[in-house]
């Protein structure tokens, strides 16, 4: 008899331990998902903080004249993502803009030599016409002295 009720006692306190190491479990767990919530609760406040203060800088921009755009909309809450994109595509528009340009400047400076050389074009061969007339002159030259000295 005292053996059973040592053998149901030992029982008892293994299964005491088993909950008492679940609970302990399940507190971990809770602990663990508190935190991680408030650090991502954190990290939210901290990225619309950062959003708002895009924001401000755009309006700023905006007030001093630069060409900027405020996201225009309505009930949604503006993220740094967002502000991010919109920048990115900002700065590729800007770029393309400067590419296109560059481009045009490229054109324009290829009508001009093409030009210029048309216009030397001529004035190359008239120098070069008389450079050979020079020479066949100088060639005559020699040749009379030639003939002269033998």
């Known amino acids: 008899m005292l053996e059973m009720e040592r053998e149901e006692e030992s029982k008892k306190l293994k299964q005491q331990r088993i909950i008492e190491e679940a609970e302990q479990k399940r507190l971990a767990s809770e602990y663990?998902?508190?935190?991680?919530?408030?650090?991502?609760?954190?990290?939210?406040?901290?990225?619309?903080?950062?959003?708002?203060?895009?924001?401000q800088q755009q309006a700023e921009r905006i007030r001093?004249?630069?060409?900027?755009?405020i996201p225009a909309i309505e009930g949604e809450k503006v993220t740094k993502q967002m502000l991010m994109e919109q920048a990115m595509q900002e700065l590729l528009d800007k770029r393309q803009e400067m590419e296109r340009k560059f481009q045009k400047l490229e054109k324009?400076?290829?009508?001009?030599?093409?030009?210029?050389?048309?216009?030397?074009?001529?004035?190359?061969?008239?120098?070069?016409?008389?450079?050979?007339?020079?020479?066949?002159?100088?060639?005559?030259?020699?040749?009379q002295v030639s003939m002269i000295i033998s």
């Not at 001093?64 to 755009?69: F, L, Q, T, V, Y």
């Open 64 to 69: 001093k004249g630069k060409k900027a755009k």
């Open 108 to 143: 324009t400076r290829d009508y001009l030599e093409r030009a210029k050389r048309e216009e030397e074009a001529p004035l190359i061969e008239a120098a070069y016409q008389k450079h050979l007339v020079d020479d066949e002159i100088l060639f005559q030259q020699r040749q």
């Open 32 to 55: 663990q998902k508190r935190k991680e919530e408030r650090v991502r609760r954190e990290i939210e406040e901290k990225e619309s903080e950062e959003a708002n203060s895009l924001l």
